[in-house]
DNA sequence: AAAAAATAATAGTATTACTATCTTGTTTGC
DNA sequence: GCAAACAAGATAGTAATACTATTATTTTTT
């Protein structure tokens, strides 16, 4: 499963790009050192002139792939989310008990690195990082509403949607399942963001299990009528 | 009261601005301003060059009292969390049970511009419809761990503490009440956004009541052992 | 009323985010 | 096997952005 992991391709809107980075090796160059670059000095800072000054190649080779720098980071949320999805797949496919796949998911959302995983494409570590500080930044923006009409967030919502199927098997009278749901996803991203910059605002420190333990005993106290 | 709310001056740390904007006309114009126009088309089409014309003035004028758009953004997050302190403060000032006052502050947090209020200052309304969509791009850059420690975010911080200090007073033995209180506060912003953009993700619509319901169920669940 | 200080206007520059055009390589049909 | 068609990549721009430096004007202080 270790090896699966490591090349699986994982399904991105083809919308989101000009031309499929993972059709080349450049393009695959591409996602690479921008996970590399983004990490390094953060997505502000990032243009497609250090990019491809980088990759021994110039701007317009890369605007042949990504319409501009936004469409990039979209690119790397969206793949993120297919990969956790096909983690959560994994993860619970063995389970039955509908309280214990939640459990799971939670552990899984809130250390998906926890097994020292790999992927070709790109650093994973790098990429968690990315997600955490910069991920905002591909909802935040005034064509939010075109982008989510065009789909651009799907891998996003089928996330979020599976979760909401969880909590309805576990309580079908639960009437936040949603809220509930995306509160988790948020809440995962947050909470490691407020530990590396904001520590006296949690209680998620160094110790990883911390944060799973919260998040399941809210669901426990709040699902179990 | 209503008129009291109407003229307070809130405090902000001095060392986000270069010059006090609230200590001038033409400062109190560019807050207002900027807020118009960052509410129309979003912080980052909004420009010095843009606000400066809009003001009738230059935009080294506007670089007298912001050293950059980024600060102004910085001010504006730290001016609204010291109004909801303000707020909080007022509003919870006659209530002595713990329990109460973590769901008055709930009622506030979640529902803030509830008894349509106005200020001088800004349009709080627009004022909010910025924190909700752009008030995390302040916190999501490279150079957040200067600005924790020159003290950009103390008004923010303060919140949390009082959240943190009624969750402990509510239940001494609680481990996660630091996480708790700062997820509160993220998750009432990000449910107001998903609502505006990703409907299906949340079940807070246009009930305004629905997210204060949903935050006290967990609390009361939670903290009462 | 003159000197000092604060404020504003003018005119720049380096960088960014693209676009348009030209050149080279690669495939495809015959 | 080779020309035609097409895709990929390099070169050379441009308009806008985010500032900065300098000069002019107003306001305040003595």
Not at 25 to 52: M, P, Q, Y
Not at 114 to 124: G, I, P, V
Not at 148 to 165: L, S, T
Request: aromatic share 10%; net charge negative.
């Amino acid at each position: 499963m270790q090896e699966l992991l490591k090349t699986v391709q994982i399904r991105v809107n083809d919308r989101i790009y000009a031309k499929d980075p993972d059709s080349s090796d450049l393009g695959r160059n591409i996602i690479n050192e921008s996970v590399e670059i983004i990490h390094e000095i953060g997505f502000d800072a990032f243009t497609f002139k250090k990019l491809a000054i980088s990759l021994g190649t110039t701007e317009s080779t890369v605007y042949r792939y990504f319409e501009n720098k936004h469409r990039l980071l979209v690119y790397l949320t969206s793949w993120y989310w297919g990969w956790l999805e096909y983690k959560i797949v994994l993860g619970t496919s063995n389970l039955a008990d509908p309280e214990e796949i939640l459990q799971k998911i939670i552990a899984i959302i809130s250390n998906p690195l926890s097994e020292n995983q790999t992927h070709d494409l790109m650093s994973l570590e790098k990429l968690h990082n990315i997600i955490i500080s910069e991920s905002p930044k591909a909802f935040l923006t005034k064509l939010v509403e075109t982008e989510v009409r065009e789909g651009f967030f799907a891998n996003f919502i089928r996330v979020n949607d599976r979760i909401i199927k969880v909590i309805n098997e576990i309580n079908p009278d639960y009437i936040h399942a949603r809220t509930m749901a995306s509160m988790l996803l948020d809440t995962v991203s947050n909470q490691w963001f407020l530990s590396l910059h904001f520590p006296s605002l949690t209680d998620v420190g160094m110790d990883n299990d911390r944060l799973a333990a919260f998040l399941t005993s809210i669901t426990k106290r709040c699902l179990t009528s």
